[in-house]
C-alpha cells in the first residue's frame, strides 16, 4: 500500500465484499442488482476511464434486437431455438431497462427501426421479405406484439432516400439517449451507496488468502469475490477468453432544418446504422470495411471509415440535403466466435461478464442481473 494513503483511507476506501471492474451498462446494472438481492453488501466498482470507457457512453442509442438480414445470419450460427433464446433475452432485456430507469429518464422513443436495400441487394433484399413471416412468429411468441416486421416501401420517399429499392419496419425498435442512460445508472448505484472510483486502472489481479488483491496504481484493493465487466478490454487481465474487440466509428452532423428521416435504421446486415437525435442525423459502423484494421481496443477514426460515412450520408441518406458534420467519435464493442455473452466464473471468486456482441444496450441490463446472480450463488 502506498505511503500517500492514510490509515483512514486504507480502512475505509479499499476493503469491501466485492468489486466489480468497469463502470459501463453491465457493471453497473450487476452493481445494482447485487445492491438490491442483499443490500448489505459493501461494493465498489472500479472504472478506468473518467468517463466509461468501451462503448456504453459512445454507442449510437439504439433500443433494439436484430435487423432482419442480421438475425438470418445469428439464425445460421445457433438455429432457430437458440435465436428465440437470444431474441428472447434481447427484448426482455429492454424491458428491464426501461423498468428499472423510466422511458422518460432515457428519452425513450418507439420511432420504429427500419432496414434498407439498394436495387443492387436484390437477392439479399428478397431473401429479408420472404423471412418476414418467420420472425414475426417468433417476435409474437416474445412480445406479444403481431406483425412486427413489414414492407415499407411508401416511406422511402417520405424519408428522402435515394437509391433504396427496399424498406422493411420494424414497430418495436426504439431509440433512446445513451448519455442519460448512463447517467441514470451511475445515480442509481450511488444512491444505494455503491462506490464508484473514476480513472482507476487495473493492472492485475492475484490471490492472497481468502481475499482478491486488485492492483491498481492508486492502491491495492481487496475484496472477497471480484466481477470484471470490462468488454473488450478484458483480454488484458484475463487473455484466454474468447472476445474480439470490434471498434465502432461514429458521426453527427449539425442540427438540420426540417429533417425528414425519423426513427433507427439499419443497412448493410447491420455494418452502418443511423438515426435521428435532437435535429441531427448520427451515422455509425463500417468496421466491416477492414476488419482487421478495427479488432482494435485503440480509440480513433480512420480516413477509409470516415469516407465511406460521408459517402453512404450524402449519396443515399441525405442525397438533398447539406449537412455539416459536428463531431466524430468511436466505440470500442466485444465479439467473438459464438453469439452469446460470457458469464461465468473464470476461478475460484474471480467471474466475468463480457460480450454482448454490439448488442450491450439489448443484453446489459440482463447480463448484468445474470452475473451478480452467479456471485450471489457463489457466497
Known sequence: MSALISYWEKQHFFNYDIIIIGSGIVGLNAAISLKKEIPHLSIAVLERGFLPSGASTKNAGFACFGSISELIEQEKIIGTDGLYNLIDKRWNGLLKLRKLLGDSSISYENYGGYELFKPLENELSSLCVSKIGHYNHILKEISGKQEVFKTAASKISEFGFK?????????????????????????????????IFNSCTVTALKEEGDEQVILTPDGNFRCKKVLIC????????????????????VIITKPIKNLKIKGTFHYDKGYYYFRNIYGRLLLGGGRNLDFKAEETTEFGTTELVQNALIKLLSDVILPETPFEIEQT??????????????????????????????????????????????VIDSL
Open 329 to 374: 467519435w468511436s466505440g470500442i464493442m466485444a465479439f467473438g466466435s459464438t453469439i452469446n455473452p460470457i458469464i461465468k466464473e473464470v476461478k475460484p471468486n474471480v467471474f466475468c461478464a463480457v460480450r454482448c456482441n454490439g448488442m450491450g444496450i439489448a443484453m446489459g441490463t440482463q447480463t448484468g442481473e445474470d452475473a451478480a446472480r452467479l
Open 230 to 249: 470490462t468488454n473488450a478490454f478484458v483480454k488484458e487481465l484475463l487473455p484466454s477468453l474468447d472476445v474480439i474487440p470490434g471498434r465502432g466509428q
Open 163 to 195: 437509391d433504396v429499392s427496399i424498406l422493411l419496419e420494424n414497430s418495436l425498435e426504439a431509440q433512446i439517449d445513451t448519455g442519460k442512460m448512463m447517467q441514470c445508472l451511475l445515480n442509481k448505484a450511488a444512491s444505494q451507496g455503491i462506490s
